[in-house]
């Protein structure tokens, strides 16, 4: 591998920075770092736009979210431009105000509106290092351009989609979480059930949700019989599936991934090289998103990949010989993630599940039926709402199985340090 790479500019300049910021050696700038001319720790009020959908917090008392702020005030009311993002730190009853099964009457008080991407809000707060406390919303609207009006669409569909996926009950909730990253319905039992499993990144979005969308993509396209058509609905189906999601740092690594695929595919490359394609698109990535560097996702995502392309096929020629070919493929991959990001996994969070080898192969069949049966439903229902309990029956009884199977691989022990 060594000499197949030496001479690969690609590969070399993926390495080269690689080893530079990872070591330290070179300090990666934030460039969206938050700047106004008033004293940070004088700052009492955000004017802005957010930037990522919100996301629970481990603590489930707040949301966070990422912001780009354009106006700040401080206590005596003088006022400054502002330039850079701030993670905002949002309480779950302003954000869950309109979320059904969610509402909460105090977030009146604080500012009932609709938290989503795109939107322009005016808050109140106060900043504690890299956060900025929300204690209140004062104001908020959504911009008249294309792209906004997209942002407003957009929130809404999320909203409608909550609504729908609260009708199934918990497995609407698992439901949620894997089409469109939203945990707040996710049982909590279960999300740590997963993470006791080894199974956290199927939770994440990432490469192996945009497959799904482009292999339904790509079945929908060889029905049509056209091959150029295949590839414009599948490019269509990865931007929707990802506007719609949101891009997280692991989403946006599969993303890369899957479009540089594409255009393989498109210049009728038979075999493109993976590890190259891998390498290409952390170069990318570095230069979108620079300060994606140190995020857990990112690295995890980055580092999983890296090591089925480096470690499959020395796994799975041994594992082959005792093993059917589904099994063997499914475990080798499986192996060669778990180990090469279980260093960091304990660096980073102290354990690293061992089970979840085997976890990751007996658990993704089922996630992926769920998941294509889910999609299929949410279809049906659209056309017939009258449909939605009884759907409702039949994505419960896979989500059983599921937690069933999360929960027994979740009791196996651990190793802590």
């Given amino acids: 591998m060594v000499r197949k790479y030496s001479n690969n500019s690609i590969f070399i300049a993926a390495f080269i920075c690689i080893v530079c910021i990872y070591s330290g050696l070179v300090k990666v700038r934030n460039r969206k770092s938050f700047f106004s001319l008033l004293d940070n720790s004088s700052i009492t009020f955000l004017e802005g736009q957010l930037l990522s959908s919100p996301l629970k917090t481990s603590n489930n008392k707040n949301y966070s979210a990422n912001f780009r702020a354009q106006k700040v005030k401080n206590e005596k009311a003088y006022s400054s431009t502002a330039w850079g993002n701030i993670t905002l730190l949002i309480p779950k009853e302003m954000v869950e105000a309109f979320y059904p099964g969610k509402m909460y009457t105090p977030s009146k008080s604080k500012g009932s509106f609709l938290w989503e991407a795109g939107g322009y809000y005016s808050i109140k707060g106060k900043i504690y290092g890299n956060y900025f406390i929300v204690s ?35 497995a609407g909730g698992l439901l949620l979480a894997l089409l469109s990253g939203a945990k707040e319905y996710t049982e909590n039992n279960l999300a740590e059930a997963f993470k006791k499993a080894g199974l956290s990144h199927i939770l994440a979005l990432s490469g192996m949700h945009l497959s799904m969308f482009s292999g339904i993509a790509m079945f929908a396209g060889k029905k049509i019989g056209r091959k150029k058509l295949t590839f414009i609905i599948r490019i269509i189906a ?32 038979k075999e493109p090289d993976m590890l ?8 990318i990535q570095l230069i979108i998103s620079p300060e994606s560097y140190n995020n857990t996702g990112f690295i995890l995502s980055y580092g999983a990949l890296a090591g089925i392309l480096c470690f499959n096929k020395f796994f799975r020629k041994y594992l082959i010989r005792f093993l059917p070919g589904y099994l ?17 996994s304990l660096k980073t969070f102290g354990t690293f599940a061992p089970i979840g080898i085997i976890a990751t192969t007996s658990v993704t069949p089922f996630i992926s039926i769920f998941i294509y049966s889910g999609l299929a439903l949410i279809i049906i229902c ?36």
């Fill in 136 to 170: 209140s919303c004062e104001k908020n609207y959504f911009g008249n351009s294309f792209f906004e009006k997209l942002d407003y669409y957009r929130a809404l569909a999320r909203l409608q989609f909550k609504r729908l996926m609260y009708a199934w009950g918990s």
């Fill in 238 to 269: 990865l931007i929707i599936f990802v506007w719609f999601a949101g891009f997280s740092p692991s989403l946006l690594r599969a993303f890369i991934c899957s479009m540089l695929m594409l255009f393989a595919a498109i210049a009728n490359v």
């Fill in 276 to 283: 190259m394609i891998l390498a290409f698109s952390f170069l």
């Fill in 328 to 344: 063997s493929a499914s475990l080798s991959a499986s192996t060669s993630a778990q180990i090469f990001t279980a260093p960091y």
């Fill in 382 to 417: 659209m056309i017939f709402p009258f449909l939605v309990k009884p759907s409702g029956i039949f994505v419960n009884f896979l989500y059983t199985i599921i937690k069933l199977l999360v929960s027994f691989f979740s009791k196996f022990p651990i190793i802590s340090i």
